[in-house]
């Protein structure tokens, strides 16, 4: 599983340190992609190039957007583990690569920094005019990879937890397990104050630093916290029965995943290809996914995603 921390910080800063150690050999030592790769696509409506971040979902799901361009007649190349989105935002844009999943939510962020937007439909309403001239978006997946507030299901059983605002009444007896700057940003103790009045003090908050982790992972099932921030395709959750407690108020930003593309590059077939694949790509399908690259089995992302565009019916041209 990746670690990354969705809002809690910049640009996927955290998520190179965490995911390190999962990503030394997909990042090929630290070869910079981009630089090594050459010129970009060029005119050719038919030629595209997929990048991904540096952890392994977001190469799983550009293997995906490869995949399936390639079985509608698109030649595809590929640039993976480019790395924090400020280094493939620009490569978007400057032609480096013509197309890159990101998340609704941090894409908004990064691009205004001032956005409020938090709600699926209002990021997705707010995500247009931040974009520019130089970039589009397909489709946003039903898949979301977001934070979440996650208890046990013993805990959720005993205080009959659904919701996040559920816990508020037993503020007391929470410990809560998060990288430490989740004391201090506006999602992470503040926003769960105001929105819900869950009131964590500061002797019952435990800073993890693995962004929802096998460590968080293991204080959440060994009882030392009561709950922890762990992202929603975590195949941590389903492993260990953890519930997800709603978040009605949308305290978390959505993030949806989404294909970024360069506007220069973008087509009608392009966008209904990308839209076809983004349409079968829910939550669930993501943590089977996830759990099929980072879980004991170890599959190779590429091997990963050919297998589920076959499985969703992806595998013929779309009509």
Request: glycine share 8%; aromatic share 6%; net charge negative.
């Amino acid at each position: 599983m990746h670690m990354r921390v969705p809002q809690l910080r910049t640009g996927f800063v955290v998520a190179v340190a965490a995911t390190c150690a999962l990503a030394l050999a997909a990042c090929g030592g630290g070869s910079d992609p981009l630089s090594a790769s050459g010129e970009g696509s060029g005119d050719d409506p038919n030629a595209v190039i997929i990048g991904s971040a540096n952890f392994p979902e977001s190469e799983t799901v550009a293997n995906i957007y490869a995949e399936v361009l390639r079985v509608n007649g698109f030649d595809v190349e590929t640039r993976f583990n480019i790395g924090s989105r400020e280094a493939y935002i620009p490569a978007v844009r400057d032609g480096s690569i013509d197309v890159i999943p990101d998340y609704t939510g941090n894409l908004l962020q990064y691009l205004d920094s001032d956005a409020v937007a938090t709600s699926s439909d209002d990021v997705d309403a707010a995500l247009p005019a931040a974009l520019g001239d130089d970039l589009v978006l397909a489709a946003p997946a039903p898949a979301e990879d977001k934070d979440a507030v996650v208890v046990t299901r013993e805990t959720a059983d005993r205080w009959n937890l659904t919701t996040i605002g559920d816990l508020a009444p037993y503020s007391a007896e929470v410990t809560f397990g998060a990288p430490a700057e989740f004391q201090e940003r506006p999602v992470g103790l503040p926003g769960l104050r105001a929105r819900y009045a869950l009131e964590v003090s500061p002797g019952n908050f435990v800073p993890i630093g693995d962004g929802g982790g096998p460590a968080t992972v293991e204080a959440l099932a060994s009882g030392r916290v009561t709950a922890a921030n762990i992202f929603t395709t975590s195949p941590s959750i389903v492993a260990n029965d953890f519930v997800v407690l709603e978040d009605p108020e949308n305290n978390f930003p959505a993030q949806h995943v989404v294909p970024v593309i360069r506007a220069a590059k973008s087509s009608d077939k392009l966008t209904s290809v990308l839209d076809a694949a983004s349409a079968k790509l829910t939550t669930e399908e993501l943590i089977a996914l996830n759990t099929e690259v980072s879980g004991d089995a170890k599959v190779e992302p590429a091997a990963a995603a050919q297998q589920w565009v076959a499985a969703q019916g992806l595998d013929e041209p779309i009509s």
